[in-house]
C-alpha cells in the first residue's frame, strides 16, 4: 500500500535533473496509484462478493423457513382439532403445500403404547390402511414387523411422492436419526431436526435428506416438564426433506447472481466430509466438484449458519473460478497518471490522504457517538435514530414494526451480591443471547443499566412480538455461567406495536415504557403490550404517590389500633397496627388502596419509617399511662424488607429514641417476603432477632408451598390467613387446612394467632382446634389510638355475642 505521508520532491535549479526527478517521481507516483486502485478494487470485489453471499443465506434461510413454516401450519391444524381422520390430513396438507409436494413429504406419526398396538393397526385397516402394520428398519436396511416394545411412532398419515418408498406404518423409533430428532423435539417441545439422513427410494437409490420432528401435545393436558411431556405427547409431526430438491427449488426463485459456488455441510460433520448439498456457478458450464471443508480453506470464501429447528448447517459461498480480483481499472490509472504532471499528482495524492484521514476520524467519531462502550451495541441516540426511519418508511407503507423495551428483574441484586464486574459480564452475556434470538435485520440497543431496546421489523401480526418477547424471556430466564457462578434471571418486556395514529417515535418508546412499567407492576418475568388502559393506570398511579408524598409531609396519616385476644377469655394480649390516610377529598383510605402503589413507586420505604416511628411513639405513652400491651405488631412491606440495612438502623433507631423494649415490637412479614429472601436478608432477620424483636409470619397459608423458612429464619409466631377461618365452620377443606397449621405450629413451638374472626361459631372451632389467639371484627374492628387505650384500660374485650367459653372439639 502507498505511503500516506506527504511527499516533498526536491527540485534541482539546473540541469536535466528537475526532468529526472519528474520522471522519477512520475514513475513512482503511478506505480503507488497502480496498487492502491488494485487494492481498491480488490476490496470492492470482496465487499460485493461478502454482498452476494449474504443475499444467499438469507434467502436460503427465508425458503427454509417457508417450509417449515408449513409443518408448523399443519400442528396449528391439529392444537385446533380434537381428531384429525385421513381425509382430513390429506385435504389440509394439499392446501398446505399447493405445488411443493414433491420436495417434502409431512407425515403424522401418533405415540402408541405397546399394549394398544394391535388394537391401532387393526382401527387403521379398518379406516382406509389396507394392510397396515407397524414395521421397523432390519439390520439389512429392509422393513420388517416392528419388535415388541412399550411405545411407538409409526406413520399413520402421509403426503404422497410419487418415487418414494411406501413410508406408512414404519416406526420412527426404529431408526436412530429420526428417534432422536424425536426425543429432542418431545423433551424440548420444540422443533428438532436430524440435517443429514439418507432418504430410501424405490428402485431409483438413496438420496441425502432431512428429517424435522414437530411434538404435537394432547389437548389439555400440561407439558411444562419433560415428564408431563413424554406421557402426554399425542404424536409427531414429520417433515422429511430431499436436500438437493429443496435448496434447489429455493434457489431457483431467486434473482440473485450466479457467479458462485455453493457448499452445505452439517455443523457437526469431520472437517473432511463431503457436503451434503453442492451448486456450481450457471457460467462454469460443467457440475461442481464435491470438496471437503479443509480443503475449501485453501480459497477465499464466506460463510454463514442455515438453521432448521435445533440443527444447522454450514453456507459456504465461494466465488467462481477467475478469483476476486480484476485489474483493469489499475492498468488504466497507471497509463493515466503516467501522463500527468508529477505536480498534480502529488497534489491530488495529498488531497487523497487528508480525505482518507478525516474520513477515518469522522468515522470513529460517528462510532463512538452511536455505540454503547460495554457491549458494543447501539445506544439510545443510535435506536432513536434508526426507529424515526422505521416510524416514516411505516407512514410511507413501509411494513410494520413494534418497539420491544426491556428490563432485567432484580438487576441490582447481582450487582450487590456479586460485584458491578460480574453484572457487567451478566449483562454481555444477556446480549448474546438477545442476538441469538432476533432477526439479523432487527435492530438490538443498550440504553444504560439493565435496559435494552429491540425494534422489530416486518411485524404483520402483533403475535409474531408475543412469540418472540416469550422467546426473549425463556432464553435469559435459562441459568447463566458466569466465572463459576450460575445466576438466575428474569425479565420485564414492555411492548409498543406501530401505528399511523400514534404520534411519532417518542410516543413509541413512552408507550414501550409504560407496558414495561405494567410488565412488572403484574409480577415480573412476562410481558405487556400497551394500551391505553395501561396509560391512564399508569397516570393514576404515579398522581396517588405524588399525594401520598404531600400526605407525609402535612400529617395526614394515622395509625389505627386491631386487638388480639386471648379467644376463650377476651383478653387482650396485643395490639396490630395499621395505617390509615385522612385523604382530604377521598375521606379515610384503608391500606389495600395506596400500600400497593406505595410500593411500586419507592414511598413505601418513608411510609415504613414513619409507622415505626408512630408505633413506637404510642407504645411509650401506653407505657407510661401503664395500659402498654404485651406486644405491638407492625406490618413490614418486601420493599422495606430488602432494603434491608435500611430496615435494621430504622427499627433499632426507632426504639432507642423511644426507649422501647424490642420485645414489645412485633414484625409482620408475609411468605412471600421470607421465601424470596436471599442470604443476606437471612441476616437482617437474625440480627432483627438478636436485637430482641418478634418476628410473625403474615397471611400464613397464601403463600409458596415450601415451608423450609420456618426452619432456617428466627420465627416467633404464624398468623394464620383471614380467608381460610372465614370458612372454617362451612367448609371442611379450610378447616382441615386451618388445623394443620395450629398442629405444624405447636409441633415447632411457635405461637399461632387466627386472623378474620367475625363470628363465635368461628371462635369455637379455633378454641377446639387448638388456637388460643384471634382478631377480628367479632371482637373489635380497628380503632383509633384513644378507643384503643380505652380498650387497654378494660383490658378484655366482650364479644358482641357475650364471652366465648372453651369447649370440647375432635379438632384438637
Given at each position: ?318 466465488p467462481a473460478k477467475g478469483g476476486l480480483s480484476t485489474f483493469y481499472r489499475a492498468w488504466l490509472v497507471l497509463a493515466a497518471v503516467l501522463l500527468v504532471f508529477a505536480a498534480v499528482l502529488a497534489y491530488m495524492w495529498a488531497s487523497l490522504r487528508h480525505a482518507v484521514r478525516l474520513e477515518l476520524a469522522n468515522s470513529k467519531i460517528l462510532e463512538l457517538a452511536q455505540t454503547d462502550l460495554l457491549t458494543n451495541l447501539a445506544n439510545r441516540r443510535a435506536f432513536i435514530k434508526r426507529l424515526t426511519m422505521a416510524y416514516s ?202 400500600i400497593p402503589i406505595a410500593e411500586r413507586t419507592g414511598a413505601v420505604l418513608p411510609l415504613g419509617h414513619w409507622v415505626f416511628e408512630e408505633a413506637c411513639r404510642q407504645l411509650k405513652l401506653w407505657r407510661d399511662e401503664g395500659v402498654a400491651p404485651p406486644v405491638l405488631s407492625v406490618n413490614v412491606s418486601s420493599v422495606q424488607f430488602k432494603g434491608s440495612s435500611e430496615l435494621e438502623r430504622e427499627v433499632e433507631a426507632s426504639l432507642t429514641r423511644w426507649g422501647v423494649n424490642p420485645s414489645d415490637l412485633e414484625l409482620e ?144
Open positions: 500500500m502507498p505511503d500516506l505521508s506527504p511527499i516533498k520532491p526536491k527540485l534541482l535549479a539546473t540541469g536535466p535533473w528537475p526532468i529526472v526527478a519528474a520522471a522519477g517521481l512520475g514513475v513512482c507516483v503511478a506505480v503507488s496509484a497502480w496498487f492502491a486502485v488494485a487494492s481498491w478494487e480488490e476490496r470492492l470485489a470482496k465487499a460485493k462478493f461478502n454482498d452476494v453471499a449474504g443475499d444467499y443465506a438469507a434467502v436460503l434461510q427465508n425458503g427454509l423457513d417457508h417450509y417449515l413454516n408449513k409443518l408448523v401450519d399443519v400442528r396449528a391444524f391439529y392444537d385446533a382439532s380434537h381428531t384429525v381422520d385421513r381425509n382430513e390430513f390429506a385435504l389440509f396438507t394439499s392446501r398446505v403445500l399447493e405445488e411443493e409436494s414433491p420436495l417434502m413429504r409431512i407425515t403424522w406419526s401418533p405415540r402408541v403404547i405397546g399394549a394398544e398396538r394391535d388394537e391401532f393397526e387393526h382401527t387403521a385397516r379398518a379406516e382406509g390402511a389396507p394392510g397396515y402394520q407397524i414395521r421397523s428398519w432390519s439390520t439389512g436396511g429392509a422393513l420388517a414387523p416392528a419388535p415388541e416394545q412399550n411405545e411407538y411412532f409409526p406413520v399413520l398419515f402421509s403426503t404422497g411422492v410419487p418415487r418414494a418408498l411406501s413410508v406408512v406404518g414404519i416406526d420412527l423409533d426404529s431408526e436412530s436419526m429420526r428417534r432422536n430428532a424425536l426425543e429432542r423435539a418431545r423433551d424440548g417441545d420444540r422443533m428438532a431436526t436430524s440435517p443429514d439422513i439418507v432418504l430410501r427410494h424405490n428402485g431409483a437409490g438413496d438420496w441425502r435428506g432431512f428429517f424435522v420432528a414437530l411434538p404435537v401435545f394432547k389437548q389439555g393436558l400440561p407439558h411444562v416438564s419433560v415428564e408431563d411431556r413424554r406421557h402426554n405427547i399425542l404424536g409427531i409431526l414429520g417433515g422429511t426433506f430431499d436436500t438437493s430438491a429443496v435448496f434447489n427449488a429455493i434457489l431457483a426463485k431467486a434473482v440473485l447472481p450466479r457467479d458462485v459456488d455453493i457448499y452445505l455441510y452439517p455443523k457437526d460433520a469431520d472437517a473432511d466430509a463431503l457436503p451434503v448439498y453442492a451448486r456450481a456457478a450457471s457460467d462454469r458450464g460443467e457440475p461442481v466438484k464435491p470438496m471437503s471443508e479443509a480443503a475449501l480453506a485453501n480459497f477465499p470464501y464466506w460463510s454463514s449458519a442455515l438453521t432448521a429447528g435445533d440443527a444447522s448447517w454450514n453456507l459456504i459461498v465461494v418508511a411505516s407512514l410511507r407503507g413501509a411494513p410494520p414494526f413494534a418497539v420491544l423495551y426491556l428490563d432485567i428483574d432484580d438487576f441490582k441484586d447481582v450487582n450487590d451480591t456479586l460485584g458491578h464486574a460480574m453484572g457487567d459480564l451478566l449483562l454481555k452475556a444477556v446480549v448474546e443471547r438477545l442476538k441469538q434470538t432476533v432477526k439479523p435485520e432487527d435492530l438490538v440497543a443498550r440504553f444504560g443499566g439493565d435496559e435494552f431496546a429491540i425494534l422489530s421489523t416486518g411485524v404483520s401480526d402483533p403475535t409474531e412480538v408475543g412469540t418472540l418477547a416469550e422467546e426473549i424471556g425463556k432464553r435469559l430466564a435459562a441459568p447463566f455461567n458466569i466465572k463459576d457462578h450460575k445466576v438466575r434471571i428474569t425479565s420485564s418486556i414492555g411492548i409498543a406495536l406501530y401505528s399511523p395514529d400514534v404520534g411519532g417515535p417518542e410516543a413509541m418508546m413512552m408507550q414501550a415504557d409504560l407496558a414495561l412499567y405494567g410488565a412488572k407492576d403484574e409480577g415480573r418475568n412476562c410481558y405487556r403490550f400497551h394500551s391505553q388502559h395501561l396509560d391512564l393506570e399508569v397516570h393514576e398511579r404515579v398522581r396517588i404517590a405524588d399525594e401520598l408524598r404531600a400526605a407525609l409531609e402535612h400529617g395526614e396519616l394515622e395509625l389505627h389500633y386491631q386487638p388480639q385476644v386471648e379467644l376463650s377469655t377476651g383478653r387482650i394480649i396485643g395490639l396490630e397496627a395499621l395505617i390509615r390516610w385522612n385523604h382530604k377529598t377521598r375521606g379515610l383510605l384503608t391500606p389495600a388502596s395506596f412479614l408475609t411468605e412471600s417476603v421470607l421465601m424470596e429472601a436471599t442470604q443476606r436478608h437471612s441476616n437482617t432477620l437474625q440480627n432483627l432477632h438478636q436485637l430482641g424483636t418478634k418476628i410473625a409470619i403474615d397471611d400464613f397459608g397464601t403463600g409458596y408451598s415450601s415451608l423450609k423458612y420456618l426452619t432456617t429464619y428466627p420465627v416467633n409466631r404464624l398468623k394464620l390467613a383471614q380467608e381460610f377461618v372465614f370458612r372454617v365452620t362451612v367448609d371442611y377443606r379450610n378447616a382441615a387446612v386451618v388445623r394443620a397449621a395450629i398442629r405444624l405450629a405447636h409441633e415447632l413451638g411457635l405461637d399461632v394467632i387466627a386472623e378474620g374472626v367475625e363470628t363465635e361459631a368461628q371462635a369455637r372451632f379455633l378454641i377446639g382446634a387448638g388456637c388460643e389467639q384471634g382478631q377480628g371484627y367479632y371482637f373489635s374492628r380497628p380503632v383509633t389510638a384513644l378507643k384503643a387505650t380505652e380498650l387497654l384500660r378494660e383490658g378484655r374485650i366482650e364479644p358482641m355475642t357475650g364471652p366465648v367459653r372453651k369447649i370440647a372439639s375432635s379438632a384438637a
